[in-house]
């Protein structure tokens, strides 16, 4: 039994038409250009990762500069009462 109930000469027999198909250097051409999106999609991910990390640290800022206000805002009201 091969992959997904498929015996491993089922799957030789397709690889040699697509081969014969398309021929070496075509498929080199398709396997160069799919590693190369693959590498593209990789980079652009680890380009935004850092982007995400700076938007977070900023609403981690933000937050924070906004509890000590609302702290104070609450002492002078319960000393006004």
């Known amino acids: ?17 697509v081969v014969l198909l ?3 250097k075509r498929l080199k051409g398709i396997g160069g250009d799919l590693g190369g999106a693959i ?16 938007q977070e640290q900023a609403k981690v800022e933000h937050a924070e500069a906004e509890q000590p206000e609302t702290a104070s805002a609450d002492k002078k009201q319960t000393t006004q009462s």
Do not use: H, N, R, Y
Not at 1 to 17: C, E, K
Not at 39 to 54: I, L, Q, S, T
């Open 39 to 54: 590498k593209g999609f990789k980079k652009a991910m680890d380009d935004d990762e850092p982007e995400k990390a700076k």
């Open 22 to 24: 398309f021929g070496t």
């Open 1 to 17: 039994m091969g992959i997904g109930g498929i015996s491993i000469w089922q799957l030789l027999i397709v690889l040699a038409i």
